[in-house]
């Protein structure tokens, strides 16, 4: 299960940080990542770490948004400086886990947190 926090409203050029929660029993965790979704629009990805530890961000957001995880409490943050009013979204944290017990590894999504940016 996972469970993303830390959304809410701030004025463009604020900050917030998300934070993403992986709980159960699991095995071991291939790679996590950050989507958003705004109205009227697909889901995309913001920033993900693969199961390399390699570190991905869409261009829109390097330099303001940075990714991080504490591997031994199984959990990934987001922190985005500098915001603006197009990263108004709903953010979904996502992860490859293998549960404990399992031979393989599967998709598994948080709830979202919705992220306001007013201008």
């Known amino acids: 299960q996972l469970q993303a926090s830390g959304g809410g409203l701030v004025q463009a050029g604020g900050s917030l940080r998300l934070s993403c929660l992986a709980s159960?029993?699991?095995?071991?965790?291939?790679?996590m990542g950050w989507y958003r979704q705004a109205p009227g629009k697909q889901r995309e990805l913001v920033a993900r770490?693969?199961?390399?530890?390699?570190?991905d961000y869409r261009d829109s957001v390097k330099g303001r948004f940075t990714i991080s995880a504490a591997n031994t409490k199984n959990t990934m943050y987001l922190q985005m400086n500098s915001l603006k009013p197009e990263d108004t979204a709903v953010y979904y944290c996502n992860a490859a886990i293998r549960p404990v017990g399992r031979i393989t590894t599967s998709d598994y999504w948080g709830q979202g947190t919705l992220v306001t940016v007013s201008s």
């Open positions: 770490i693969t199961s390399d530890g390699s570190l």
């Open positions: 159960g029993s699991i095995r071991s965790i291939n790679g």
